[in-house]
């Protein structure tokens, strides 16, 4: 049975920082083959008297890259256009600060990635921290839930672009992905469905622009901006049927069933 009472957001955070940051890592490495770095104290004489030192870093390390991997491993990317879409239809200019924007798309990822959290605990950061698996065994873990949730809402051709590009072989079986091809991919069929969803958003409101300003034009009223008469039209709209809860329902099940 899942141990749903005991999970938590924040192992939700970790979780992905650790597996995240075990694919980010070997990147750094590579891409910095000059740079020499040595971690110790007058008293260590063995690499066992290092690992404490080195996780310290490693875990420095992860928190430097975690906007990165918000950004490219989670629901985070789809939800932020979609609402900067939202706004800009609605034509508000400002209203929502993009504060509020971008902490109601943190808030929504949460929401959003509870199950894969709950995976993560479930069958990598849980054991990981009862010490009965090691770090090799959390990534592995770890990586298969993160690949299970990105293959979920990535396209296949999105996908084959990457492989097609860097000329690899295609894998015969899931297992086989690397993260390194399927999060750029994840990240382009996220854009495309926020812009695509951004899309289907607009036109309403659009909608509501042009028979406002047929109106004014059959008026004769061609001094008045059309946008003052729109703007409050469209919010009134917005607010009638409920536009915030709507948007969010839509949103959250844009995902289907992550866990």
Known sequence: MRRRSHWRPSRLVWSLLLVGGAVA???????????????????AESPEQLVGTLKVLGLLTVLSIAPGILISMTSFTRL??????????????????????LS???????????????????????????????????????????????LSQTRESDLLLFYDVTETPTPEATEEISLTMLVPAFMISELRTGFEMGFLLFLPFVLVDLVVASILTAMGMVMLPPTMISTPMKLLVFVAVDGWSLLTRSLVASFGAVG
Not at 111 to 125: F, N, Q, S, T
């Open 25 to 43: 890592l070997p990147s750094l490495a590579a891409a910095q083959p000059q740079m020499q770095l040595t971690v110790g104290g007058p008293d």
């Open 80 to 101: 932020v256009i979609v609402l900067g879409f939202i706004r800009q239809a609605m034509g508000t200019q400002t209203v929502p600060p993009m504060q509020v924007i």
């Open 104 to 150: 109601l798309a943190l808030l929504l990822t949460v929401v959003v990635m509870a199950p894969v959290g709950e995976r993560l605990d479930d069958e990598a950061l849980g054991p990981y921290l009862a010490e009965e698996i090691d770090e090799d065994m959390l990534y592995e873990r770890g990586s298969a839930v993160i690949r299970d949730f990105l």
